[in-house]
């Protein structure tokens, strides 16, 4: 049985959201920089798939216990998927958020078509064993200026279909039961019901 | 105990590829056609995540069998990505392969970086349990014309770094070997092993 969970995040807003989402499965869930050395991993794939996996894959080998990663983004339609596997980047290595939304409006100034969708690959490796992945979507549109304080990323940008607000206007408990991290943090969860003993 | 798995695709190539990565897994291995009326499954995904859980969980509903599905495209860097999910329908819907390998040639036509790398994600649904991803990745160059007759979709424009020739020159086995689907498949077989009694 597995008693304890390694996040391979070092995002503090995404660790709460991780952990709040595995409050539930009564394991012990530990941030990754509660252990000294672990390495900063390079998000070399073109897809959420491989990066999610290189980093739990190499956060499971170093401390030897379980880990979890997600990786995710948004996808634009009218930007042909664009920011995806780059969307905390879109702006430049060192960009903050309000970067990123900044040239997210931009590029879609006088843009018709508005439509977007969040989507989160999250990678749980157990040292010696295949990684498996769970995927999740959500989907919505991008108003034309931000709104709400909660949350992080596009979110102030990035209005629910299903809550009618924005990520950011949204409470936590009320974005993660319908978020693409909740979505495939909820398959997870399911998975290791099915597997009681997969570890 | 798994005694027999549906393969979620109607494409003849793909499928070859499957089963010769399959044979090694003692079990029966059927494709989605030997069963009459199985949904036709729209890939509404932005992901090749989506897509293929779409797929693996549409077939497994209707079969009540295990079923395994593939989503793969190619990613080229100097098109930020793209074709990517809609690498089968680069050049329109009805595209044959020839069309939409005319087209990349046309987008990268003076381009100097011709980097780019295949993707697969694969899906593996066991009816009333979550589904589970496996990804692979292989890279290369998009070269100025095609060369060979082997493999389907992109082969005879990619030429494999690992190979030092085209996908449509290399042999299946070769090809396999270090495809992106070969690679997401061999994760698949380790997981299996893994966990012996996961069915």
Redo the contacts between chains.
Sequence with gaps: MIKKIVLASRNRKKLEELQALLAGLGVEVAAVSAFPGSPEVEET??????NA?LKSEAIARFTGLPALADDSGL?VEAL???P??YSARFAGENATDADNNRLLLEKLRGQENRRA?F?S?IAFSIPG???????G?TSGVIIGAPRGENGFGYDPLFLSDDLGKTFAEAGAAEKNAISHRGRALQ??L??CK??PD?A
């Excluded at 064993?129 to 995927?135: G, I, M, P, Q, Y």
């Design positions: 794939g073109k897809t959420f798939a491989e996996a996808l042909n998927g664009a995806g596997v969708k989507a690959l064993k295949e990684t498996v992945l769970f995927a979507e398959k997870f399911a998975y099915s597997y997969f």
